[in-house]
């Protein structure tokens, strides 16, 4: 049995437009000066495959992108304990280093709230007894439940459990803006009250979005991208 030979050739590079009509993708290396100095170029194409993943749903929201994280956290988790453990460090500053907020109440952000409580509860305080008491876990939902897509005896389990765990859970609190240590809310339930809340690390788990080069590409080629 014969096998026919295919040429491959690999580029460490990323896509940021594709050109439907001329069958072209414009990419922008990932490495410094590793194309005889040209940062940029094209590529045709008769087939694309494109498998790029998406990015963080932002909402547009004032602040995500520069106060955020997006989990994969635990080196940052430690670094909060670290700061707020320093001597010079006032009461208050501490409870608001140590308060750490959650912004989004589906699956991912109900499990990594879940994930932080068992890591603080069962590492992190042994090795800070200090300021144990002063840590504080906030999930914020702008919607009226956490985990709304699942059967409602779900949502009532996992919010029964947070509470007896500790875990703030706030719903109908839409998050308006992020600036460096407060996280700016609007409540839902309360007639659109804007209230703010320190925090010392926010995590952003509201979903995820089209990147933008894709978005463009669908609208190339008369598709709709919600």
Known sequence: MSSKKVDVQFSEAECFKIDAENKKI???SSLNNNLNGKEEFAVDYDYLIIGVGAN??????????????????????????ERANLPDVSEDEKKRILHF???GG???GVEFAASLHDFVNEDLVRLYPGIKDLVK???????????GMFDKRITAFAEDKFRRDGIDVKTGSMV??????????KELKSGGEIKTIPYGMAVWSTGIGTRPFIKDFMTQIGQVCY
């Open 106 to 108: 589906g699956p991912t």
């Open 176 to 185: 308006v803006k992020v600036s460096e240590k407060e996280i700016s809310t």
């Open 56 to 81: 963080v749903n932002t909402f547009n929201t004032p602040g995500v992108m520069e106060n955020c994280h997006f989990l994969k956290i635990r080196r940052t988790v430690i670094d909060c304990f």
């Open 26 to 28: 414009y990419c922008r």
């Open 137 to 147: 876990i906030t999930l914020l939902e702008a919607a009226d439940h956490i985990l």
């Open 101 to 103: 907020a959650i912004v």
